[in-house]
């Protein structure tokens, strides 16, 4: 892929900072949360739970806050490619996704070879793996495809969207196990699209138990609402966008 022989071109080592990277963050995590804060979650039996429950969060969160990052000034980076009017450009998207996926499948394979070594077994329910990530992947693309568009004409968009990234993460039980929070919150974070899909990402890997494939069904629904609402706004727009560009 084009942006991945861009961040990787002239480098020494190349695609293996593609491993580097996610190994030296899963490892920051099980060093500062497991021995040093001596933190655990729930009634799992082992030293490092805590950082292998925030880094099955994480896998879920860091591939779609990467998508959807990057979608926001997608188009407008590349307004010369826009305004040609021979040039599909979905591909675009397509190869920014791509780029994303192949990070967080790196970071992936980081965190299950952290699982293994500090003792963990993976179990059947992993076989759930490559639809959580299917699911992640729609969901991100079609808000990010919504986002990249209305902040090619609406430049606050871009300046709000992190702000609420923020929000979003700090809302969703990545750091912290939702059984903590307050009832009434609970009750609200059904209302977070990424809330069961982080969950499913944590039981699988971390509670090794069946996701609740209801919560996952809805989160299909909505994921392809998001890409058909995201795709009809772009082909709506498509030529006011070469104008503005």
Same mark, same amino acid.
Not at 80 to 95: E, G, R, S, T
Not at 115 to 123: A, N, Q, S
């Given at each position: ?20 990277? #996610? ?78 996926? +192949? ?7 980081? +965190?299950?070879?952290?699982?293994? !070594? ?30 990249? +568009?209305?902040?090619?004409? !609406? ?6 969207? #992190? !702000? ?68 009809? !706004? ?9 104008? +503005?560009?």
């Amino acid at each position: 892929m084009t942006e991945l022989r861009l961040r990787f071109d002239r480098s020494v080592l190349g695609a293996l900072w593609g491993v580097l990277n #996610p190994l030296a963050q899963v490892a920051i995590f099980a060093l500062v949360l497991s021995n040093v804060l001596q933190a655990k979650i729930g009634n799992v039996d082992n030293q490092y739970s805590f950082a292998l429950y925030l880094c099955a969060g994480l896998a879920c969160w860091n591939l779609f806050n990467d998508i959807v990052s990057r979608s926001l000034n997608l188009f407008i980076a590349n307004g010369n490619l826009i305004k040609k009017a021979a040039f599909p450009k979905i591909v675009l998207l397509a190869n920014l996704v791509g780029a994303c996926v +192949v990070d967080n499948l790196l970071l992936l394979t980081a +965190v299950l070879a952290l699982f293994l !070594i500090t003792g963990f077994t993976l179990t059947a329910s992993l076989i759930f793996l490559p639809l959580l990530l299917m699911l992640t992947i729609a969901l991100a693309t079609g808000i990010g495809l919504i986002l990249g +568009v209305l902040n090619t004409f !609406i430049r606050d968009i871009g300046q709000v969207t #992190p !702000i609420w990234l923020q929000v979003l993460f700090w809302f969703t039980p990545i750091v912290y196990p939702a059984s903590i929070v307050p009832e009434q919150l609970q009750n609200l974070m059904v209302f977070n699209p990424l809330y069961p899909l982080v969950t499913s990402y944590q039981q699988i890997l971390v509670f090794q138990t069946w996701p609740d494939t209801g919560s996952l069904l809805n989160c299909l629904v909505i994921s392809a609402g998001l890409l058909l609402l995201g795709g009809f !706004i772009y082909s709506r727009a498509a030529e006011d966008m070469a104008d +503005v560009l």
